[in-house]
């Protein structure tokens, strides 16, 4: 029973691979269910040793299947997506919430209210758009006056941010992050040496594409 335990905990955990990266509460409903479905499924053959493992497996594969083909045809096809996943419903508007979409949804004032102070809003008056999003998160959008300054409203040129790569992550090197970055082993061996540092003394190293470099190193090193 242990090692099918693992078996398919192991399976269950590349099932939820192949259907992506998302956390629960971003889930549609048709990958939530498929989920729920699969891990009860993924139940059977484990308590009940009658059962062999590719039959406990071929209904999970068919419904990973089936969610599959429901992806791509929703892909493809917007009546099949609101039909699956329903669509963006409107609870705030110009400061003021639309209660019959609020009754719609099941959505009722202290859970808008303390969703919106979630996003750092105190008060309603300062919304001018509140949106729950099909995957069940609230979107805010604060009037103009209320939302925080930008650097071209302060007249101020930003530049852009570059993406940092993460080159050795617990004194373990990636070399691929070293290669999309644009340095080398060479590179790394003289930064290293500049910073009077091994690579197993290192926690965490990132570097862009321009040299900029944050360099964390493990307490008792640093």
């Known amino acids: 029973m ?3 335990t693992i078996l398919f905990f192991l399976i269950l955990i590349a099932i939820i691979r192949l259907m992506g990266k998302r956390q629960v509460g ?5 990958e ?3 989920a729920m479905l699969i891990a009860n499924l993924a139940v059977i053959p484990i308590e009940n040793s009658d059962f062999s493992i590719w039959s406990g497996l071929l209904p999970m594969v068919l419904v990973l299947a089936a969610e599959r083909i429901l992806s791509i045809l929703s892909y493809r096809s917007i009546r099949l997506r609101r039909l699956l996943c329903g669509k963006p419903v409107v609870l705030v508007e110009n400061g003021k919430p639309i209660l019959r979409n609020l009754r719609r949804t099941r959505v009722n004032l202290d859970e808008l209210s303390g969703q919106i102070r979630q996003q750092g809003i105190l008060e309603l008056s300062q919304v001018q758009y509140a949106i729950l999003e099909t995957n ?23 530049s852009a941010q570059e ?3 993460t080159v050795i992550s617990e004194g373990h090197l990636l070399e691929e992050n070293l290669i999309l970055a644009g340095k080398s082993k060479l590179w790394l061996e003289d930064y290293l040496r500049a910073k009077g540092c091994t690579q197993n ?7 862009t594409q321009s040299g900029k470099t944050a ?3 493990h307490e008792q090193c640093s």
Do not use: K, N, W
């Open 26 to 30: 971003q889930m549609a409903p048709s």
């Open 201 to 207: 003394q290192v926690l965490l190293l990132t570097v």
């Open 163 to 165: 993406l940092p790569y």
């Open 136 to 158: 069940g998160c609230l979107a805010v959008i604060p009037f103009p006056h209320f939302s925080p300054a930008s650097a071209r409203d302060a007249g101020i040129e930003a």
């Open 32 to 34: 939530f269910v498929v």
């Open 215 to 217: 360099l964390l190193l």
């Open 2 to 4: 242990a090692v099918r």
